[in-house]
């Protein structure tokens, strides 16, 4: 199999994956299925309110261009732009669908703070350098769980409108993801296949043999 060959078959995987996402989402607002809002301790909503308060576009914003930047800095040519869609793109559907949706009940809606939040963490992790990504992936899930549990105290949050917000967010994240396949540095790291521990073990004493 070609390279070519390979990087079309996992493009055609995510885009499909993608279309499934488009899918769902029409089902899911089609079904409006019946559903109640998340219940969480009340004590909590003092921590809550200024966690959400802090989530605004100015913040989403500059974190948005800081990840450009980063992807800038990286040189991944195709990295700006895979942050930009995925951020712009799960933003503007998320607020396109409460427009759209708007005599839905509002349990079964995307909450913007949580796209906002998990946009910007996908992006993170598609310009972030390897050797850092494990670590970005525990903080920002950390963040992401911290940030629905403040939504769903502050705002009327349920279980099938963060269904939604995660399928916003799944759908812009193929698509950028797909991007980054054709990014030459982002391809040419794929392309490279660490030594396990056994192999390095075997070419250590291969050499000494010589």
């Not at 996992?10 to 994956?17: C, G, H, I, K, Q």
């Not at 003092?46 to 989403?60: G, H, K, L, N, W």
Request: hydrophobic fraction near 55%; aromatic fraction near 6%.
């Amino acid at each position: 199999m070609t390279e070519s060959t390979s990087r079309l078959r996992r493009s055609v995987r995510r885009l499909a994956f993608a279309a499934a996402g488009v899918v769902a989402l029409c089902a899911l607002y089609l079904i409006r299925p019946e559903s109640s809002g998340l219940v969480l301790p009340e004590a909590l909503r003092p921590v809550a309110e200024p966690v959400i308060q802090a989530i605004d576009v100015t913040t989403v914003l500059a974190a948005t261009v800081v990840l450009a930047i980063v992807a800038a800095m990286r040189k991944l040519s195709y990295g700006m732009g895979a942050v930009l869609l995925l951020c712009i793109g799960a933003n503007l559907t998320s607020a396109a669908v409460r427009a759209w949706e708007s005599d839905a009940p509002s349990v079964l809606l995307p909450s913007g703070h949580v796209v906002a939040v998990t946009a910007l963490y996908g992006s993170a992790l598609l310009v972030s350098a390897p050797r850092f990504r494990p670590v970005i992936a525990g903080l920002g899930f950390a963040v992401v769980l911290g940030v629905a549990g403040a939504a769903a105290l502050v705002e009327p949050v349920g279980i099938f409108g963060l269904a939604a917000g995660l399928i916003i967010l799944a759908i812009w994240w193929t698509l950028a993801s797909t991007l980054m396949l054709y990014s030459p540095v982002a391809a040419e790291r794929e392309e490279r296949r660490p030594d396990t521990a056994a192999i390095a073990f075997s070419r250590h004493r291969g050499s000494l043999r010589l």
